[in-house]
T-cell receptor, first 113, second 113 residues
Framework: DVKVTQSSRYLVKRTGEKVFLECVQDMDHENMFWYRQDPGLGLRLIYFSYDVKMKEKGDIPEGYSVSREKKERFSLILESASTNQTSMYLC????????????FGSGTRLTVV | AQKVTQAQTEISVVEKEDVTLDCVYETRDTTYYLFWYKQPPSGELVFLIRRNSFDEQNEISGRYSWNFQKSTSSFNFTITASQVVDSAVYFCALVNRDDKIIFGKGTRLHILP
């Protein structure tokens, strides 16, 4: 079974802190994605990556950056956390998106206080 | 523009009733792929089904069935004889030509015992 593992299930951080959300997949997938999920807004794409050291902005990249130094790991970075970044963050990976869809991690619920 | 609309924000039905979740999509592509995902309270999105635009056959999997109609750009999902374990948020999604998944905003389904 493909596994996408997000390092933390729940996280509480203070405003202004630099926050790292880690995501690791174990099936050699090229494609990795970060979404945030908010009530009434559904899933919104923050950043994605189709290869190592490659990154592309999604629909809402402001306030975030990413790092993909190794194929299996895709990190989301909140440079200076703010309360409006309180959300559920979902990582996903895929080999061929149109054929396989995504495999999701179980999510990280981040609260910024 | 590509878009997925799930008009039903929240539905409640009594256990053993049938329920249909609506999904309408927009795309100019002739080749596209549609998905349904389930998000139980645990948070992880689980893949349910994939359909490509050339395959209009309806699909049945146990109590689940899907009705794909290109003429109305709809890909509806029916649960027959619903059970409490079906309570979840359900997302309909479309893969675009950039290999990213566009999600609807989800339908929260409550199955009441």
């Amino acid at each position: 079974d493909v596994k996408v593992t997000q390092s933390s299930r729940y996280l509480v951080k203070r405003t202004g802190e630099k926050v790292f959300l880690e995501c690791v997949q174990d099936m050699d997938h090229e494609n990795m994605f970060w979404y945030r999920q908010d009530p009434g807004l559904g899933l919104r794409l923050i950043y994605f990556s189709y290869d190592v050291k490659m990154k592309e902005k999604g629909d809402i990249p402001e306030g975030y950056s990413v790092s993909r130094e190794k194929k299996e790991r895709f990190s989301l970075i909140l440079e200076s956390a703010s309360t409006n970044q309180t959300s559920m963050y979902l990582c996903a990976s895929s080999f061929r998106v149109e054929r396989d869809g995504y495999t999701f991690g179980s999510g990280t619920r981040l609260t910024v206080v | 523009a590509q878009k997925v609309t799930q008009a039903q924000t929240e539905i409640s039905v009594v256990e053993k009733e049938d329920v249909t979740l609506d999904c309408v999509y927009e795309t100019r592509d002739t080749t596209y792929y549609l998905f349904w995902y389930k998000q139980p309270p645990s948070g992880e999105l689980v893949f349910l089904i994939r359909r490509n635009s050339f395959d209009e056959q309806n699909e049945i999997s146990g109590r689940y069935s899907w009705n794909f109609q290109k003429s109305t750009s709809s890909f509806n999902f029916t649960i027959t004889a619903s059970q409490v374990v079906d309570s979840a948020v359900y997302f309909c999604a479309l893969v675009n030509r950039d290999d990213k998944i566009i999600f609807g905003k989800g339908t929260r389904l409550h199955i009441l015992p």
